[in-house]
């Protein structure tokens, strides 16, 4: 299995468990949110694939208020059932560079992937 179609199925599995108007996905153009982004950062060579430092990122719109919160804490119970991930950091989270920053909560975990 390829780093990409890891992190497509990842998306999949994590899509299942969100609420009806969030989206998950590992293309960062189809990022509308609310939604999940699912990203590779890091991968070392491992025995038989690789190990992978993955990134999701649960993205609310803006601006920062308690609607976006109430909208990530919505999200982040789809993310920590589907990954290894033990929590979150909040940041603020840029799209594209000309975009605004979001709302959004960062999950981080290490995984193999089996080449």
Known sequence: MTVSAYAAALAEKIA??????ATATADPRAATPPCVLIQH???TRAMCGLTVEWEVVALAPGPFNLDAWEA??????????????????????????DNPPLPAYLFTFTGGVDL
Request: hydrophobic share 60%.
């Open 41 to 43: 950062i890091a991968a």
């Open 16 to 21: 299942a468990e969100l609420p009806d108007d």
């Open 72 to 97: 990530l804490d919505a999200l982040a119970p789809a993310v920590l059932a589907a990954t290894d991930a033990e929590g979150y950091r909040v940041v603020a989270y840029r799209l594209a560079l």
